[in-house]
């Protein structure tokens, strides 16, 4: 059973990071004053046998002496690999722990954001899911990029209760197992191209390398190599001429020659370090052994076996390591030549590969999902673990069921910094009107709402004292930018948007186990003063026959008092105080959320107090 580093487990995450962080810090240190004895150690212990060697042609016997401080250099050369090990990998686990509390204080500056997080769905920029400073930047660990792009494709997607209720249960289960899931992390850290290695499994289950039979011919060609041993034995004794040895030879040319295309195709997809296999070999073992009590991931542990023989992943994978290995040899100029000669090399490591993937590749994608899923469910219990103030919202199965937001705050905000605010949609009161000042949090209230439904919907905790909600699809309209290319002004790019949201609602009101969310942020600013009440009007008739909740915010008061829009949705605002300080004006936001409409604006004041008028 593998050990990790004991901690007080009572204690905050916040404690147990700082502990982790003091004992590698000092690991790190001491294998740094080791490496550099060692350094110095293997330096002498080398002088050692040169001057030793140098006198063996006087004093025989310092032969003897010579062999041992040889051996002692080849000690001190081992141990420093191994202590040069144990230094990566608690480095490793240190810079594990540094993003870790980083995540905890939203230390943006030490939260690099991750590669390739961008999306095309519709919410993606508007809640800052994807970039810097954004929930991928919180919820990403240093990992490979497995768990990561499931993460991704579970925030693109909304999957059904079950699922839901499953990855709950999975990440509570993995939540305070800390020393477990960083090393996790740290193995997911050293696979960086698994891209590559689907390329390969792919190729090898394509038509164009397809062999019959491969383990048969690998038997044939062993067999053949045994003649030729035999035949070279045979030379040396004298009981053949070398012209035996030579037709031998030629046969194995022409034989490499026959499968040159497939060899030389072999070579160029076999692109991936053999650490890679192996740190990934390691990753399926340790999740293949652990224990849990969680359905989903013993449901994901159960695909990480070979349903015929029962053969883990870890071993399919530690075959396979083992041939890439093989497969180096041609990176050493006289060995691979040689080995091309007498043993047709390359179609060893072909017809191996080949027997390899008849075994083990029918069930790979299977394996590498599972695989992605576990290190999924790996981040979203780091994120309870961090954000211990944070709930596990509760999903209903009735699509018109009530949204139940209390003391809801901002994922991305330092959780003392955070204002928290409640709300309540209901089927006779979901949509509602979110008018204020600039500045005054409207915009980040949508967000707020937006992001913690879209963490709901993938399983994870939520910045929420409780949180109540149906089955969700989280539309948006917020970010808007026009296009100079694309000859698309600010107003038509708003009108594209709405357009995807509305086609997405009336999809979504045709199913019985799916409610929508939409929030439109400062609606129709593209549009002039006249033009706006009316198509403002018009479309909350619009969206409100579809039965999806809403929250739409706006500067313009005169819109949000108007008749036909009070009976249709419910106001909220958010208000700031005034003071004047030496002739200039001091704004004071606090942030909550109230009843009714906004009682003044601050656009006035803002440009006095900038000089701009």
């Given amino acids: 059973m593998k050990r990790y580093l004991a901690i007080n487990t009572e204690n905050s995450a916040r404690a147990q990071i700082t502990e982790k962080l003091e004992h590698y810090t000092q690991q790190v240190a001491k294998h740094s004053q080791a490496l550099a004895l060692l350094?110095?150690?293997?330096?002498?212990s080398f002088i050692g046998f040169v001057i030793t060697l140098f006198f063996v042609d006087r004093y025989p016997l310092l032969l003897i002496l010579s062999a041992a401080v040889l051996t002692v250099f080849f000690g001190f050369v081992a141990r420093y690999k191994k202590v040069t090990a144990l230094k990566h990998?608690?480095?490793?686990?240190?810079?594990?722990?540094?993003?870790?509390?980083?995540?905890?204080?939203?230390d943006w500056k030490n939260l690099e954001a991750p590669e390739?997080?961008?999306s095309k769905t519709v919410f993606w920029q508007d809640l800052n899911i994807g970039g810097t400073r954004s929930i991928i930047s919180l919820l990403s660990h240093i990992s490979s990029p497995l768990g990561l792009n499931t993460l991704k494709s579970w925030l693109e997607k909304t999957p059904t209760i079950e699922d839901i209720t499953e990855r709950q249960a999975g990440h509570q289960d993995l939540k305070n197992q800390l020393g477990f899931r960083q090393t996790i992390n740290a193995l997911g850290l050293q696979i960086k191209n698994i891209g590559q290695l689907n390329h390969l499994v792919d190729w090898l289950q394509s038509e164009f390398t397809l062999?019959?039979?491969?383990?048969?011919?690998?038997?044939?060609?062993?067999?053949?190599?045994?003649l030729g041993a035999l035949l070279i034995l045979l030379v040396v004794t004298g009981v053949l001429s070398a012209i035996s040895v030579l037709a031998y030879v030629i046969i194995n040319a022409a034989l490499l020659l026959k499968f040159r295309q497939a060899v030389t195709e072999l070579y160029y997809q076999i692109n991936i370090k053999p650490e890679q296999i192996e740190n990934l070999t390691?990753?399926?073992?340790?999740?293949?052994q652990y224990k849990s009590q969680s359905p989903l991931i013993n449901h994901l542990q159960s695909e990480l076996f070979s349903a015929e023989k029962n053969v883990p992943f870890s071993e399919q994978l530690l075959s396979l390591y083992r041939l890439i290995l093989l497969s180096e040899l041609r990176l050493s100029a006289i060995p691979y030549i040689l080995a091309s000669l007498f043993l047709a090399w390359d179609l060893h490591v072909f017809l191996r590969l080949q027997h390899w993937a008849s075994k083990n590749t029918h069930a790979f994608d299977q394996c590498i999902d599972a695989i992605s899923q576990f290190e999924s469910l790996s981040i979203l219990a780091a994120v309870a673990y961090e954000n211990s103030t944070w709930t596990l919202p509760h999903i209903q199965k009735d699509r018109s069921?009530?949204?139940?937001?209390?003391?809801?705050?901002?994922?991305?905000?330092?959780?003392?910094?955070?204002?928290?605010?409640?709300?309540?949609?209901?089927p006779n009161d979901k949509i509602c009107v979110i008018t204020g000042s600039h500045m005054s949090g409207k915009t980040t209230f949508l967000r707020t709402l937006g992001v913690n439904a879209k963490l709901a919907m993938i399983g994870s905790v939520v910045c929420a004292q409780s949180l109540s909600m149906p089955r969700l699809d989280v539309l948006t309209s917020m970010h808007i930018s026009d296009s100079l290319l694309?000859?698309?002004?600010?107003?038509?790019?708003e009108v594209i948007k709405i357009k995807t949201l509305i086609d997405i609602l009336e999809k979504n009101k045709q199913s019985d186990n799916i409610n929508t969310l939409f929030l439109l942020d400062e609606v129709l600013r593209g549009s002039n003063d006249l033009e706006r009440k009316l198509v403002f009007t018009r479309l909350l008739n619009k969206l409100d026959t579809y039965g999806g909740y809403g929250l739409i915010s706006t500067n313009d008061i005169s819109i949000a008092k108007s008749d036909e829009v009070n009976q249709i949705v419910s106001q909220y605002h958010f208000q700031e105080s005034l003071s004047h300080q030496e002739g200039s004006v001091a704004f004071d936001f606090d942030y909550k959320l109230r009843c009714g409409v906004v009682a003044q604006t601050n656009a006035m004041q803002i440009l006095q107090s900038m000089s701009v008028i």
């Fill in 401 to 426: 069921s009530e949204i139940v937001m209390e003391h809801g705050g901002h994922p991305l905000l330092k959780q003392d910094e955070a204002i928290r605010n409640s709300l309540t949609l209901t």
């Fill in 486 to 493: 694309d000859g698309v002004s600010l107003f038509m790019a």
């Fill in 39 to 44: 350094s110095r150690y293997r330096t002498v």
């Fill in 211 to 226: 062999v019959k039979k491969p383990k048969q011919k690998l038997i044939a060609l062993r067999c053949w190599n045994g």
């Fill in 116 to 118: 390739q997080t961008e």
């Fill in 89 to 106: 990998s608690d480095e490793t686990l240190l810079a594990i722990n540094r993003r870790s509390m980083a995540r905890m204080n939203r």
């Fill in 282 to 288: 390691k990753l399926s073992q340790e999740i293949e």
